[in-house]
């Protein structure tokens, strides 16, 4: 089973900055089955970036994914004060299999 | 617009059963594979299930395998989850979830339901 670890855990920014969040996988794995979501609290996820590098429908350009083998980033550029929330990231096993990411918290500094 | 709605979340004992809801609208439901996604107060998420578009297969990870059971009702565009021989591990919010037409992720979540099991 592939494990999806994240890094940092919380990352503490201020609005305006860049935000660099991590996700590594334990073994090689395709770009085409890795996602990120953002869940505000008391909020459901919402899909922002598939495919590891595609917006999700309604998504800002500030949003970006990156990455490819094992090793894979979201990128938020110029920080609003409402992409302060907790992000994931997912991808798709065989089996099938639907795996997240333990999280990264992304707070104000 | 999408609309997932889940229910049936209650407080329920260790070992007893509950049956949990989502009633869909929005977009063509027997188009699409369905999930349940649960996620513990506080913590990560876990995937649960998911069933594809006419009910024909089912999948669950090793966690909840041969307790829950996924199930839909097309004619109703309403996805069930039947979860069984429930013990606090289970605690969760359970959020009915879309698959994307791929169906490699999740495209539309509902608000959740939450599951306690406690004594």
Redesign the interface.
């Known amino acids: 089973e592939i494990v999806l670890t994240q890094s940092p855990a919380t990352l503490s920014l201020s609005p305006g900055e860049r935000a660099s969040l991590s996700c590594r996988a334990s073994q090689t794995v395709s770009s ?2 890795l ?1 990120w ?1 953002q869940q505000k609290p008391g ?5 922002l970036i ?2 590891a590098f595609n917006r ?1 429908t309604g998504i800002p350009d500030r949003f970006s994914g990156s990455g490819s083998g094992t090793d894979f980033t979201l990128t938020i550029t110029r920080l609003d004060p409402d992409d302060f929330a907790v992000y ?1 990231c ?1 991808l ?1 096993g065989t ?9 990264t918290k992304l707070e104000i500094k | 617009e999408v609309r997932l709605v889940e229910s049936g979340g209650v407080v329920v004992q260790p070992g007893g059963s509950l049956r949990l809801s989502c009633a869909a609208s929005g977009f063509t439901f027997d188009d699409y594979t369905m999930h349940w996604v649960r996620q513990p107060p506080g913590k990560g998420l876990e995937w649960v299930s998911l069933i594809t578009w006419d009910g024909g297969t089912t999948h669950y990870p090793d966690s909840v395998r041969g307790r829950f059971t996924i199930s839909r009702d097309n004619s109703k565009n309403s996805l069930y989850l039947q979860m069984n021989s429930l013990t606090t591990e289970d605690t969760a919010f359970y959020y009915c979830a879309k698959g994307t037409a791929d169906p490699l992720y999740f495209d539309y979540w509902g608000q959740g339901t939450l599951v306690t099991v406690s004594s």
């Open positions: 085409n089955f996602a979501y909020q459901a996820p919402r899909l598939y495919g999700a994931y997912q798709y089996s099938p299999m639907y795996t997240f990411g333990q999280g």
